[in-house]
């Protein structure tokens, strides 16, 4: 195998070299690349001499400096592509099908597609009795007391009867028992979900539409059945959703919800919370709404409303949510002392459930209270077809929400205790934080204390359940308020990515009033579509910079930010802070050429317009003259560029005549060159100089493409150009540090050919300038460069 002579760079200051940057060595001929196989560095090795603390104190910042500057030394050849891939001894990746894996059948396979969809399969039999049955018995035992309260509370947040947040605290679980991989969350009720359900049912099912013709009021019966009927068809919409989108394993869309997005919608989640709960906490009677700014509507029909507040719900919601907050207040003084947090909400509950039945609150003082809980179980009932249509949107917002929030916090628990949990796993429904912080704080280890819980649940459901009948709904709404103190609490977000990053805040700032002004459907699709979109803006505004080098090192940064880095004589090395596509093309080109300092395409223009007249002049000349044939058919030729030779050859056709006019007129067809003919040579007199162009003050431009991570025919088309535009002004262009995967495309865009080659393309920036320094513009590589002009 035949190589070109070997070149070597070494990088760094040594004290033989004074302050060299880097040093170009170039070797003797008689010391080829060697083959495949062999190591091409000539010589690698590091050199630590940095003193000890002690020594270096004593030293002058001068003399620190320079021991940190000898700190490694490497050597090695120049690299452009066509070297690297020979050197790395590059070959096609020959990836497998990944379809032909789904329909093999063996014994294995089928043993792991179940325990991938049963993964209850897989832990159970491990499951250590007598170091987790314990804990998970505590821990289910916590989550229970915590969990009944809620899911009384969170059921009137779904426009449902409070018992069925009991149903939906028990079925779940079970569920999630057997299908999910999370260990540690709580699944059951949740206050965001909870409050997308009640602006469906409230929406198909509104309070007008079942006024008794009598007196006026409300078929609560008959609102209650329909409205379960609209949430048993949404669920089934939700599950049948999630369970598709695990199947054809669309885990990756919880990506496109970015942790700003998923705060500010929950924050603006709670704030809907809190103003759905201000009629239980008032008393008031209040028109059903939804859609867009229905949350404004309530909350001015509230103010409106306000004298006719029931003096005894509002004193019995208040005097619950401080008796909470003091509770939650002890709890966290009190954290470190308790076993496990007092249960303030069912401890509240079971005070005003007796207080309320002993005093006759709902008689005497006209508090609404929950009224009668069946002690039973409810047969399951078929969802409407019919709904179906107009539930669809709905639920698929709902079933992305829920899967978002699910498994952002079971993979905060999966960090924590060292496990994995899979994104693609169907949840059925959500979880709560607190209740999933309390089941992980008791003791918690396995779902095993969900299932525990939820058996407690079935408990109250069946024996206790009809207890809490004299229960008053203010109770439940000063419940909900008091634990949306945590969501609350985001708030604070608005401060931190003010200082942190102001475009999360941008995101944070539209999520939140799209969801407060649009609805949590809407708010939810506006806020994904503007994150996207903010995306594509940030990779078509990237920051463009000019690279210079560092002084005695091989790292290049940009010029405008680091003081001490230089730009390199004669070169310019152009960085791109994003990848290159059809969306920023065209503002990369034209920032290089603004950066460049060169008005390329004003250059170019004026060029061709002076050899345009040339030639004009030329026809002119033959024609007066009578100039021989041969001369008039030689149009002028092109500039052949050998890049294996420093010098630029020139040959020209010599003009026949003795007087002073036909040497006049020889010299001007020498400077004039013809745009049409690939292999004729051109004269002297069309370069920028002997035109009477202004000449840039650099020689090579060195495109560093190390942020590209993918290109498209547009970026393709877009060097192309770069490529011809530069070289018409008589630079020489080179590219510099790109991925392998970036010129496996350009290789299948057909970007390579025989102008622009793989030794153009430059294993790193550094290499790339060495290079430029040593060819400048007459580069001796091998093929043969053609510039037409």
């Keep these: 195998m035949a190589h070109g002579p070997s070149r070597s760079v070494a990088c ?70 066509e070297q690297l891939e020979e050197l790395g001894s590059q070959t096609s990746a020959t990836g497998t099908l990944q379809w032909r894996t789904w329909f093999q059948c063996s014994h294995a396979r089928a043993r792991a597609l179940l325990l991938q969809y049963f ?47 009991l149903y939906s605290s028990f079925y779940p679980v079970f569920i999630y028992f057997l299908f999910g991989t999370s260990r540690h969350i709580s699944v059951g009720t949740f206050a965001v979900m909870s409050v997308m359900v009640g602006s469906v049912t409230e929406s198909l099912a509104p309070d007008e539409a079942f006024l008794q013709a009598l007196n006026s009021t409300v078929n609560v019966t008959a609102r209650d059945a329909a409205r379960v009927q609209a949430a048993s068809t949404l669920s089934v919409l939700v599950g049948l959703f999630q369970v598709g989108l695990g199947l054809v394993h669309f885990g990756f869309v919880v990506t496109y919800l970015s942790e700003p997005l998923v705060r500010a919608y929950t924050t603006a989640a709670s704030v809907q919370v809190f103003v759905s709960q201000l009629k239980y906490v008032f008393g008031l009677h209040l028109s ?42 002890l709890n966290d003084k009190l954290r470190r002392q308790l076993p496990m947090p007092l249960p303030g909400e069912l401890l509240t509950l079971i005070g005003a459930t007796g207080i309320s039945y002993g005093v006759g609150l709902q008689h005497r003082f006209g508090v609404d209270v929950v009224g009668k809980i069946p002690a039973r179980l409810l047969p399951p009932v078929a969802p409407s077809p019919q709904l179906f249509a107009r539930l669809v949107g709905n639920a698929f917002a709902i079933a992305v929400v829920g899967f978002a929030i699910a498994i952002s916090l079971g993979k905060i628990f999966a960090l924590r205790h060292g496990y994995r949990v899979d994104s693609n796993q169907c949840f059925p429904v959500s979880c709560s934080m607190s209740r999933s912080l309390v089941q992980e704080s008791t003791g918690g280890n396995t779902q095993v204390a969900g299932a525990i819980s939820s058996l407690f649940i079935l408990i109250i459901i069946v024996k206790l359940g009809e207890l809490f009948q004299d229960l008053p709904k203010a109770v439940l709404a000063a419940a909900i308020i008091v634990n949306l103190k945590g969501m609350l609490m985001q708030f604070t977000d608005i401060c931190s990515l003010w200082k942190a990053n ?125 100039l021989p044939k041969q001369a008039a058919a030689s149009k002028g030729t092109s500039i052949s560029i050998n890049v294996n030779t420093s010098v630029i050859d020139i040959e020209s056709n010599d003009v026949e005549g003795s007087k002073a006019k036909q040497v006049s007129t020889g010299t001007e067809l020498e400077g004039i060159a013809a745009s049409g003919q690939e292999d004729a040579k051109a ?9 009477g162009l202004p000449q840039p003050d650099f020689h090579s431009l060195i495109l560093d493409l190390s942020s590209l991570s ?29 991925h392998s995967p970036v010129v496996t495309q350009l290789e299948a865009g057909h970007f390579f050919d025989a102008s622009i080659t793989k030794q153009h393309l430059f294993a790193s920036v550094h290499d790339a300038v060495i290079f430029a320094l040593q060819h400048p513009r007459s580069s001796p590589v091998n093929p043969v460069l053609v510039t037409k002009l």
């Design 502 to 626: 102001r475009v999360d805040l941008l995101i944070w700032l539209v999520t939140f009033v799209a969801t407060i002004l649009l609805n949590l459907d809407l708010g939810l699709a506006v806020a994904v579509v503007f994150s996207l979109l903010l995306v594509v803006v940030r990779t078509q505004l990237p920051h463009y910079s000019v690279l210079g080098q560092v002084p005695d090192t091989d790292i290049y940064r940009d010029v405008a930010e680091y003081s001490e880095a230089r730009e390199v004589p004669g070169v310019k090395v152009f960085r791109s802070s994003a990848t290159v596509y059809f969306a920023n093309a065209e503002l990369y080109s034209d920032t290089l050429k603004q950066k460049c300092g060169v008005n390329v395409d004003h250059l170019i223009s004026q060029k061709k317009k002076l050899l345009r007249k040339q030639e004009l002049k030329l026809k002119r000349l033959q024609k007066e003259n009578k």
């Design 119 to 165: 993964p209850v399969l897989a832990w159970l039999p491990q499951y250590p009795v007598r170091d987790w049955l314990l804990g998970d018995l505590l821990s289910g035992l916590s989550v229970a007391i915590m969990q009944l309260p809620q899911g009384l509370a969170y059921a009137l947040l779904a426009g449902l009867p409070p018992v069925f947040g």
């Design 683 to 691: 004269p002297d007199m069309s370069s920028l100089k002997t035109l």
């Design 710 to 738: 993918f290109v498209d025919t547009v970026c393709l088309k877009s060097l192309k150009n770069i490529f011809r535009d530069f070289r018409e002004i008589e630079v020489e262009v080179y590219m510099a540090a790109c």
């Design 288 to 329: 059903s709404r939804s859609g867009p700014l229905s949350l404004i509507y309530t909350v001015l029909e509230v103010c409106w409303k306000l004298p006719q507040t029931v003096v005894g719900t509002m004193v019995t919601a208040v005097v619950a949510g401080v008796v909470l907050l003091l509770v939650k207040l």
């Design 12 to 81: 760094g200051i040594f004290p033989d070299q004074g302050t060299n940057p880097c040093l170009l060595n170039r070797q003797a001929d008689s010391q080829p690349l060697r083959h495949q196989g062999s190591p091409l560095i000539r010589s690698s090795h590091v050199k630590r001499d940095l003193p000890d603390r002690d020594t270096q104190a004593l030293l002058s910042t001068t003399q620190a400096m320079e021991l940190r500057r000898r700190d490694y030394r490497v050597e090695r050849p120049l690299l452009n592509q």
